[in-house]
């Protein structure tokens, strides 16, 4: 039962983040829903899988001496009492207003165990014995436990509020020996039994609670992005607990890898918890706009958003004989010379979102280098702001994008050949942007980043849903396998089963 209990708590934190080494703050980007859909998702998982673990589960030894007239103390052995078997035909999960309940009624299983008796009286001067094997019904067992919840420092903290079972009838039947004339006696044991069962699932309970609190020390305190970011998943406030679903706020911005803190302070613009209230889904997840912008801010600071153009579909672009007409003194000033073009971003990227989709404004700045011999050298920098209309889309468990060209401006920042006609050039810039710019940084946006779900877990039919300043994704969820999960969490399989 101790599987059991270990795997309630497991299944709920499915979609659980954990606390990150950045500095905590009371303010969160990311929030996260679970619904009834979903908890009722992650009952059944429970009932599926802790029905398969807990057996066999072995209960300790019974024997008690029983006197009886004529014969005197007649000493009763019930050995390797086992459960071997259990159904349960209903079972529910219900978040409340101290936490959340678990039960699992009307729930019967089957034991098997072994029965000894021997007694000796002073009519027959030897000992008298007889053994065999019985097996036992139990119907009607109810099983439950309340879990606390709270968030202490970041991580999720969850308390044994209340835990038990109650076996409401027991039917047991003898195998062997001179069974049909020991039945009765056996049948004095059913109380003994009973309380033996609901002991064990109550310690099981209570087991599998500090286990799960020890497992949940050393589960990974980030979700990695990249080599250079990872993605916060602190929590932040205790969980919103109401009579159908379960709240979770999540700090949700990006960090350094080698550093765990965010360089830029961003404040939250979405004021609403998640909804989904047009689409019943399991599970929602929305991330404040400040969440890309987190991410737009780190990789500029990185100096990751640098990108030298040396090949190009029209190789012939990247000579100064293709701009002869466009710029003629590039051309005179260096004939036939091959260029590079060197793009950079001049501040970071700013990512609004509204019920109408996505946008970003991207600054850049395009730099001409001529290469002259071994030498290069910079002749003309553009200033450019592109307008981009975005889209975002869920693949497996990451939350990918694409970009498209709305417009842009430019105009020269400097000039080592003089004044230039930059009406000439936009329509050059603009087919530079669409044939090589985009499909570059679409090919990287492609990829996304990691939503905070545990692997082994797999959103399934998202949907997205846009709102002022914030993005949901509205998903059902699939579960794969016990060993995918174990795999998932970063420890060996073996070690998830002992956890068990």
Not at 36 to 43: M, R, V
Not at 314 to 319: F, G, S, T
Not at 431 to 443: G, Q
Request: charge should be negative; glycine fraction near 6%; proline fraction near 5%.
């Amino acid at each position: 039962m101790a599987t059991a209990t270990t795997y309630i708590l497991l299944i709920f934190l499915i979609t659980t983040p954990f606390c990150s080494s950045s500095e905590l703050t009371d303010e969160s980007f990311m929030s996260m829903l679970i619904s009834q859909s979903g908890l009722d998702f992650l009952k059944q998982l429970l009932v599926n899988n802790a029905v398969a673990s807990i057996t066999p589960l072995q209960l300790p030894q019974i024997e008690k001496t029983v006197k009886i007239p004529f014969l005197g103390g007649i000493h009763v052995v019930l050995s390797n009492i086992t459960i071997y078997h259990v159904d349960v035909p209903s079972s529910y999960i219900k978040p409340g207003d101290t936490g959340i309940a678990i039960v699992a009624s009307g729930t019967s299983c089957n034991l098997s165990m072994n029965w000894h008796y021997s007694y000796g009286t002073w009519l027959v001067p030897v000992s008298i014995a007889d053994s065999g094997l019985a097996s036992v019904q139990v119907e009607g067992m109810e099983i439950g436990l309340t879990l606390g919840l709270k968030i202490q420092e970041g991580v999720i903290d969850i308390s044994l509020l209340e835990g038990g079972c109650f076996v409401k009838d027991i039917i047991i039947k003898l195998d062997g020996g001179a069974s049909w004339l020991y039945q009765g006696m056996v049948d004095a044991f059913q109380g003994q039994i009973a309380s033996a069962v609901e002991n064990a699932i109550a310690k099981a309970l209570e087991q599998g609670v500090l286990k799960l609190e020890t497992f949940l020390e050393g589960l990974p305190k980030e979700i990695p992005v990249d080599d250079t970011a990872s993605l916060n998943v602190t929590l932040v406030n205790d969980p919103l607990i109401s009579n159908n679903s379960i709240g979770l706020e999540i700090n949700g911005l990006f960090t350094r890898t080698e550093k765990g803190k965010v360089s830029t302070v961003f404040h939250k613009n979405s004021q609403s918890l998640v909804s989904c209230t047009n689409s019943p889904k399991m599970l929602g997840i929305l991330l404040d706009e400040a969440v890309f912008n987190s991410a737009s801010a780190l990789y500029y600071n990185a100096e990751f958003m640098l990108w030298t153009v040396d090949t190009l579909p029209d190789q012939a672009m990247l000579n100064t004989a293709w701009w002869r007409y466009l710029i003629p003194q590039l051309y005179k000033q260096y004939p036939n010379d091959d260029m590079n073009l060197n793009i950079s971003l001049s501040a970071p990227p700013v990512v609004r979102i509204s019920p109408h989709g996505i946008s970003a404004t991207v600054y850049a700045d395009l730099i001409i280098d001529v290469l002259e011999g071994r030498n290069l050298i910079p002749v003309v920098c553009i200033s450019l702001v592109i307008r981009g209309s975005g889209s975002v889309k869920v693949v497996q468990n990451n939350l990918a994008g694409s970009l498209q060209l709305d417009d842009f401006t430019m105009q020269l920042k400097w000039s080592q050949i003089g004044k230039l006609h930059m009406y000439l050039i936009q329509p050059v810039v603009w087919t530079l942007i669409e044939t090589v710019c985009l499909p570059y940084a679409n090919s990287r946006l492609g990829k996304g980043f990691p939503l905070p779900i545990i692997h082994g877990f797999t959103l399934q039919n998202a949907e997205i849903v846009f709102s002022d300043s914030a993005v949901t994704v509205c998903s059902d969820v699939t579960f794969t396998d016990s060993y995918n999960y174990s795999r998932s969490l970063g420890y060996p399989s073996r070690w998830i089963q002992k956890l068990l």
